[in-house]
Nanobody, 115 residues
C-alpha cells in the first residue's frame, strides 16, 4: 500500500519560514519524481516545485528564490523549505509522486501565513 504522509504545516507570520516533509512508503522512492503542489481556497491546484529521482529541480515562478525542494532517498522523504512566506502562500500543500504510469497524492497539510 502506497502512502505519502505530509507534515510540517501550520500558522506562520509573514516573512517566516516552514519546512514541509513528505514521507513515502510502498514505492521505490529513488526512482520516483517528487513534487509539491498547493491549492488555495477557490483556486486550482498548482505545482510549486518538483525534483527528479536524480535531484534535478524546477520551481513555479512564485516559489523561485524563496522555496527549496530536496530529497533524502535513504529516508524516503522529500522536503520543501519555505522562506520569506507571504499571505498568498496560504494553501493546502500536497506531496505528489510520479513514476512510469503510477502517481500518488498525499493527504495535504495546511499552511497559513497570517499576522
Amino acid at each position: 500500500q502506497v502512502q505519502l504522509v505530509e507534515s510540517g504545516g501550520g500558522l506562520v507570520q509573514p516573512g517566516g519560514s516552514l519546512r514541509l516533509s513528505c514521507s513515502a512508503s510502498g514505492i521505490t522512492f529513488s526512482i520516483y519524481a517528487m513534487a509539491w503542489y498547493r491549492q488555495a481556497p477557490g483556486k486550482q491546484r498548482e505545482l510549486v516545485a518538483r525534483i527528479s529521482g536524480g535531484g534535478s529541480t524546477n520551481y513555479a515562478d512564485s516559489a523561485k528564490g524563496r522555496f527549496t525542494i530536496s530529497r533524502d532517498n535513504a529516508k524516503n522523504t522529500v522536503y520543501l523549505q519555505m522562506n520569506s512566506l507571504k499571505p498568498e502562500d496560504t494553501a493546502v500543500y500536497y506531496c505528489y509522486a510520479v513514476g512510469g504510469l503510477s502517481n500518488y497524492w498525499g493527504q495535504g497539510t495546511q499552511v497559513t501565513v497570517s499576522s
